[in-house]
Every structure is written in C-alpha cells, then in structure tokens.
C-alpha cells in the first residue's frame, strides 16, 4: 500500500470525526442527518480532501426497504473500483479482508463470535499488516 495514503486514511479513522457504519462506502439514513462510512469510505473520503479523486455522486433512494442515501465513489458505493484500489495499492484480498473487518468483526476462536472491530482497530490491523 501507497505509504502517503496509509498515513492519511489512519489519521482519520482515528480521529473521532467519521461515525462508523456497514454496507457501503458512505451512507446517510433519511430519519437523521447522521452519515456513515465504512473503513474503505473513510479512505475514499480521504482521498478526496487531498484532491485525488472527484468528489462522491449522491444516490437517494425513496423506497421502504432502502431508507437511506448512498454515495458513490468512482461509481461504486459498496467497494473500491479498480481505479481506486490501483491508486492506493490495495489488492482484492485485502479489500475483502478490511470490508468483513469493517461490517463482521474479528473472529475469536476463544469465545468463538465475531468481536466488533472500531475505526482504531481497524487502524491498528492496518498499521501492522499493509
């Protein structure tokens, strides 16, 4: 992974500033004003600040099963594109991988669940495995 761009995306997740959500890069539910990012949103938004990429593309949605807006960076709202993933130096595996640590957690084989896994957790994996 690009060393420039890790140093900004771990700044960030450890910030405080973004509230932490699943699904999709960056997300907005229609009963509050609150946004979510995932990790992976979190870098997008990253990249935008330092002029890297454009600017996300807003999708609302008005249907009772899909209650929240979306966005989508380099026209994908659930993962990074191919552009995107070239950018940084992020493969498909490690996409993957930071997703489910993202939405799923970090499987304990002790308590055998899934134990939830904050922006600076996710931080600290990152720092030591990318």
């Known amino acids: ?9 771990l700044k960030n997740l450890r910030s405080g500033k973004f509230k932490q959500g699943k699904g999709y890069l960056k997300k907005q539910y229609k009963d509050n004003k609150e946004i979510n990012y995932c990790c992976l949103g ?17 999708h609302s949605s008005n249907t009772y099963y899909n209650p929240f807006d979306t966005w989508s960076y380099d026209e994908s709202d659930t993962t990074l594109s191919d552009n ?44 030591k495995n990318l």
Request: hydrophobic share 45%; net charge positive; proline share 3%.
């Open 1 to 9: 992974m690009n060393q420039k761009f890790k140093k900004i995306w």
């Open 42 to 58: 979190v870098l997008c938004t990253s990249l935008v600040a330092a002029h890297l990429i454009n600017p996300p593309t807003k």
């Open 84 to 127: 995107i993933q070239e950018l940084v130096g992020i493969d498909n595996e490690i996409q993957l991988r930071l997703f489910n640590l993202n939405d799923d957690g970090l499987y304990n084989n002790k308590t055998l669940e899934f134990e939830k896994m904050t922006f600076k957790r996710i931080a600290a994996w990152i720092e």
